[in-house]
């Protein structure tokens, strides 16, 4: 084919596409390799913050009973959060907010973010959390627990946090998954949001996979540290 620019611009701009090329691989691969973290807590080497800014929902769920949409409309903090809402109404769905991958027996992972409902009994979400395999954040492999505490106590934000010591069961699984668990009873209230979640962990190697932007891959997710 022919062009109309010299050959010296033709060379030019294919130096400055390349030079683009090579600085969003850049940003990217720092993104990845750091998972966005934030400074480590006093015993941790390892953690993350995340907020929803990135446009983003969850990185799977548990049912199809549940919606999960990037709101503006009610952040704790920064312009976004995730909106949750069950319809209909029919067991306990989860979404899946973080992905910890590459963990070993005795890693210590704590987990927290802040939940919005106005009514202090049902609807509610609980932090919970399950094992699985480093290589699809939908595998699971058996129930990890979590807290016993509800949101919604006060009728506004409250935080929800629990701790997990990893147990790879003789080495036969290497993730956790953390979820939020929507628990309702009504159609008149079904719905909350979630907000400022917060991991960090005892292992130097693991990875912090939050939702990515849309149209990218995990462990591309935009973060926000909590300050």
């Known amino acids: 084919c022919s062009s109309d620019l010299p050959l010296g611009s033709l060379s030019s701009l294919t130096r400055t596409l390349e030079e683009k090329r090579i600085m969003n691989r850049l940003a990217v691969s720092t993104c990845v390799a750091l998972a966005c973290a934030a400074p480590a807590l006093a015993g941790f080497d390892n953690s993350a913050s995340y907020g929803w800014e990135n446009g983003a929902t969850v990185l799977g769920q548990s049912a199809d009973n549940i919606a999960f949409t990037n709101s503006t409309e009610n952040p704790l903090s920064g312009s976004a959060s995730l909106f949750m809402n069950e319809d209909p109404l029919s067991g306990t769905p989860q979404g899946y907010v973080a992905f910890i991958t590459g963990l070993?027996?005795?890693?210590?992972?704590?987990?927290?973010?802040?939940?919005?409902?106005?009514?202090?009994?049902?609807?509610?979400?609980?932090?919970?959390?399950?094992?699985?395999?480093?290589?699809?954040?939908?595998e699971t492999s058996g129930s990890a627990g979590g807290n016993s505490a509800y949101s919604g106590a006060d009728g506004d934000w409250s935080q929800l946090g629990h701790s997990w010591t990893f147990d790879s069961n003789g080495g036969a699984r290497d993730a956790l998954i953390v979820e939020v668990r929507m628990y309702a009873s009504s159609s008149d209230g079904s719905s909350a949001y979630i907000d400022d979640l917060f991991v960090s962990t005892t292992s130097e190697t693991a990875v912090i996979n939050f939702a990515p932007a849309p149209g990218a891959q995990i462990g591309r997710a935009s973060c926000r540290e909590r300050v």
């Open 104 to 138: 070993t027996d005795g890693d210590i992972i704590d987990a927290s973010f802040w939940a919005f409902d106005d009514t202090p009994g049902s609807p509610s979400v609980r932090i919970w959390g399950h094992y699985g395999q480093s290589s699809d954040v939908d």
